[in-house]
């Protein structure tokens, strides 16, 4: 079935160091990718997305882009503030509902 | 519109209750759909609603647990005869959608359930 694997973390970065949270995909058909964020205390949140491959989200600072040949939709940014501290989920979507990775939760220290 | 509400934000229960919990979307969202979430884990799909009609329930989703939209507007999710395993955040979402299109998924704050 289909499915999505992120990078372990926790992610720890000092204030402005480079992002980056890697995230593969397994799907049977075309499926549309994305990235929420859960701020401490949140909700879920869409962060950015991209609907076919060589798509390329951006929001925030953060950039992702949509690879079909390496099946991955890796999240970057290149400056880190402490208010990126979060949890990252990876999903995809095919049919109706969002598959989800099972987070990278970022910690940024000033 | 205030965005997807859930009702209880907490709740906690012994183990053998019942429980049910209430979602209200986005008023022009078509699409409906139930989650779970344990500490460390991404959203777990339950199942999803179009209107009134449940499309899809997930393989994992034991007979215990059961979700109406009767008039396509809110849903509830009831879990009976709880067990400690159910403890977990209920997360509900919603878009707009027919067939393979779909708007961005709003979701809720969520309610945590807590079985003792």
């Known amino acids: 079935g289909d499915s999505v694997t992120q990078m372990e973390g926790p992610v720890t970065l000092s204030e402005e160091a480079f992002l980056t949270i890697n995230c593969t995909y397994t799907?049977?058909?075309?499926?549309?990718l994305f990235w929420y964020v859960q701020y401490p205390g949140e909700g879920l949140q869409l962060l950015l997305k991209?609907?076919?491959?060589?798509d390329k989200g951006s929001n925030k600072g953060f950039e992702a882009t949509y690879r079909k040949e390496t099946t991955s939709f890796h999240l970057e940014k290149g400056s880190v503030q402490v208010s990126d501290s979060a949890v990252y989920f990876c999903?995809?979507?095919?049919?109706?509902?969002?598959?989800f990775g099972q987070g990278t939760t970022l910690q940024v220290k000033p | 519109d205030t965005g997807v509400s859930q009702n209880p934000r907490h709740k906690i229960t012994k183990r053998g209750q019942n429980v049910t919990f209430r979602c209200d979307p986005i008023?022009?969202?078509?699409?409906l759909y139930w989650y779970r979430q344990t500490l460390g884990q991404g959203p777990e799909f339950l199942t999803y609603?179009?209107?009134?009609?449940?499309?899809?329930k997930s393989r994992l989703l034991s007979d215990r647990f059961s979700a109406e939209r009767p008039k396509g507007s809110f849903s509830t999710l009831e879990i009976q005869r709880t067990e400690q395993g159910d403890s977990a955040m209920y997360l509900c979402?919603?878009?707009?959608?027919?067939?393979?299109?779909?708007?961005?998924?709003?979701f809720g704050q969520g309610t945590r359930l807590t079985v003792v």
């Open positions: 979402a919603s878009s707009l959608g027919a067939g393979r299109l779909n708007t961005e998924a709003f």
């Open positions: 609603f179009q209107n009134e009609a449940q499309l899809e």
């Open positions: 008023s022009e969202h078509n699409r």
């Open positions: 999903a995809l979507r095919w049919t109706g509902k969002l598959i």
């Open positions: 799907a049977t058909g075309y499926p549309s």
């Open positions: 991209a609907t076919k491959a060589d």
